[in-house]
């Protein structure tokens, strides 16, 4: 089981708020969020309730500061859901579509993809079907930007997820989490 705290202010100080599953609206607990530590398993946190806007991966250890938060491209002091990633040992194992509803050219990945470009001459990702595993998108190839998460099942449309993002690179979540 995964357990996370979200604090208001610096070196977890303030009010907090402790979450051991998934959380869609943390906006009745706290104002906002300054430092987090995670301390089992790994959590998405999303800057929007319901889990959209924004998303940023959280493994274990300490974030003590907002500083350290914007190193991993936070741009805010706020923190609206959180979703706790499932532990996972297992194979991998999606389908990237061009275009939503599955549509357009289809790509298989097993395993991390620096840059969908490069690898499968395909611009742009809009859908996909996650077979097996847990995936994060980043906006940027060599796994950089803002990033998606994306758990078993099929994502028809990503804009319909809550983002207008260009998708370039995908990794596995290898993490136990």
């Not at 009745?28 to 987090?36: A, F, G, K, Q, T």
Request: with cysteine.
């Amino acid at each position: 089981m995964g357990r996370i705290i979200f604090y208001e202010d610096r070196n977890f100080q303030g009010r907090s708020y402790e979450c051991m599953s998934d959380c869609s609206d943390m906006t009745s607990y706290l104002s906002r969020c300054n430092s987090i530590r995670v301390e089992s398993g790994c959590f998405m946190i999303y800057d929007g309730t319901d889990f959209m806007g924004n998303q940023f991966f959280m493994r274990r250890g300490e974030y003590p500061d907002s500083q350290r938060l914007m190193g991993m491209g936070m741009m805010s002091d706020f923190i609206r859901s959180c979703r706790m990633i499932p532990p996972y040992r297992g194979s991998y194992r999606m389908r990237i579509y061009e275009k939503e509803n599955f549509a357009g050219q289809m790509s298989e990945l097993m395993e991390d993809c620096e840059s969908i470009m490069d690898r499968f001459r395909m611009s742009d990702c809009q859908s996909c079907n996650v077979m097996d595993g847990h995936w994060l998108m980043y906006e940027q190839p060599h796994f950089r930007g803002r990033m998606m998460y994306m758990m078993p099942g099929e994502h028809r449309s990503f804009r319909d997820m809550g983002t207008t993002m260009r998708i370039s690179s995908i990794k596995r979540i290898t993490d136990y989490c």
